[in-house]
């Protein structure tokens, strides 16, 4: 079955041991740090008391596997995609689905909430971006031009641009005011599985299976450093809160 272990940073030692069903593909903190959401191959969501370790919502709803979770920035409303192509957006409080957003035609890979808190990005196996209003599950615009499955969406701090990183091995950068233009990042020479605006926005961080880790200047798209060090494929890149660090994992155990 899945597995969530949750970890205290300072001290290194295991906090709760979480299980579901079957694997688990994605997991996210609550803006307080009291929850933990973690999505599954047993097609559910659940929420989780980081204080107790209990579960407190079991969210029903996907027909499939649930491949990515965020949270709103308020913490009330949690968005969940998966195998079934379809978006959901559920109440915390209440466990109830509020808005289903349909519209990919094939799984749905990432989620992220705009900042200015009334719209939903999601990223797809179908190539696509799309964005979604949040108040009344409005399609908003779609972002074409990935001639891979879209694998990863950021956005910046200020909501203006959109990264998404591709199985074609390229990272597009939008426009989130409904241009229809991208600015295309080519440098990785293997699909491109993750990517990540740092919290001051002037950098972009993009992993890839050519298990090297890529810098770029988020204004320009000039590429600033190519890392290596990983012998495997890097799957997952994190900014540090102030910008200056850079984290990376790898199917190499590091």
């Not at 079934?84 to 109440?91: A, G």
């Not at 890097?234 to 850079?246: A, G, K």
């Amino acid at each position: 079955g899945g597995r969530i272990q949750v970890w205290d940073a300072k001290t290194n030692e295991e906090e709760h041991f979480l299980a579901h069903g079957m694997y688990v593909f994605s997991v996210s903190f609550s803006p307080d740090s009291t929850r933990l959401a973690s999505g599954s191959d047993d097609a559910t969501v659940r929420i989780w008391d980081l204080a107790t370790g209990k579960v407190l919502q079991m969210l029903k709803g996907h027909a499939d596997t649930v491949r990515c979770v965020a949270w709103s920035m308020d913490g009330q409303t949690l968005a969940s995609g998966g195998d079934d192509q379809l978006v959901k957006l559920w109440d915390v409080a209440t466990g109830e689905v509020v808005q289903t957003f349909r519209g990919h035609t094939e799984m749905v890979t990432s989620l992220l909430f705009h900042p200015n808190g009334t719209e939903l990005i999601s990223g797809s196996e179908d190539g696509t971006v799309e964005v979604w209003r949040i108040t009344d599950g409005q399609h908003v615009f779609t972002m074409r031009g990935h001639c891979g499955a879209v694998s990863s969406v950021s956005i910046n701090p200020q909501g203006t641009r959109i990264v998404s990183g591709s199985a074609d091995g390229t990272m597009r950068v939008w426009d989130a005011t409904r241009s229809p233009e991208s600015q295309f990042l080519q440098g990785h020479t293997g699909v491109t599985t993750d990517v990540e605006f740092s919290p001051d926005g002037t950098l972009l961080a993009s992993a890839s299976f050519d298990a090297t880790v890529r810098v770029w200047d988020a204004r320009t798209g000039t590429m600033v450093h190519s890392l290596e060090g990983h012998h495997g494929m890097t799957t997952s890149v994190s900014f540090s809160p102030d910008s200056t660090r850079l984290a990376s994992g790898s199917d190499d155990a590091t």
